[in-house]
């Protein structure tokens, strides 16, 4: 299981948050950013967001919560990052995927805690990760949504009894607690707040990971 860290909401300022976790035993850096359509919040910085990250020496996982992904997928592939995913529920969001295979950046689906995961069957086969929001996206320092688990263990049954080989990852609520009840279905685990809140992120990211 990696970690992967969201900056969301930190203690410190983004620069000195992205230089914390540069420095961790984290895996990935998380960027989340949000357009105040898809959610309420935005931070749609994209200018700010590439020269705070231009010097990343972690991996980069992305997560689009914005309407339309392609112009900013398109700003953002000067970063290299490693996956972006954009959610399933948006219009039209396969030509987004089409458009991170010209760019050749790993694709990834995310859905909100309202949304079936059976829905996604159609596409599991054709992307590299699956994001189960365990939280109402829009915000950091949500309590994790227990139902998620039952959407986390279909998830990971169908991709092994079909031999499939994306990424399931887990975004929201995830602490030194919750993360014992998911842990056995994902591969990836997304936590902010809890790491970023702390002056040891190393610490926080070991209590992750035992």
Not at 17 to 29: M, P
Not at 35 to 61: A, C, M, R, S, Y
Request: glycine fraction near 4%; charged fraction near 30%; charge should be neutral.
């Amino acid at each position: 299981m990696k970690i992967a860290v969201s900056y969301l909401k930190s203690k410190y300022d983004v620069k000195k948050t992205i230089e914390l976790i540069n420095k961790s035993n984290a895996d990935y850096i998380h960027i989340d950013l949000m357009d105040g359509i898809f959610v309420k919040n935005n931070n749609l910085q994209i200018e700010e967001t590439i020269e705070n990250l231009k010097n990343h020496i972690k991996p980069l996982n992305i997560h689009l919560m914005v309407e339309k992904p392609i112009p900013i997928i398109e700003k953002l592939s000067v970063l290299k990052p490693e996956t972006i995913v954009i959610h399933f529920e948006i219009p039209n969001f396969l030509d987004s995927l089409i458009k991170l295979d010209e760019l050749k950046i790993k694709k990834g689906l995310a859905i909100n805690p309202d949304t079936d995961v059976l829905k996604l069957r159609p596409f599991l086969e054709q992307i590299d990760e699956v994001l189960i929001m365990s939280v109402y996206p829009g915000k950091g320092g949500q309590n994790f949504i227990k139902e998620t688990l039952n959407k986390l263990k279909w998830l990971k049954k169908y991709k092994d009894e079909n031999g499939l080989t994306f990424n399931i990852a887990v975004d929201g609520g995830i602490n030194d607690e919750t993360v014992f009840l998911i842990r056995d279905y994902v591969d990836i685990v997304i936590s902010g707040s809890f790491i970023c809140m702390h002056d040891d992120y190393n610490k926080q990211i070991k209590l992750l990971a035992r």
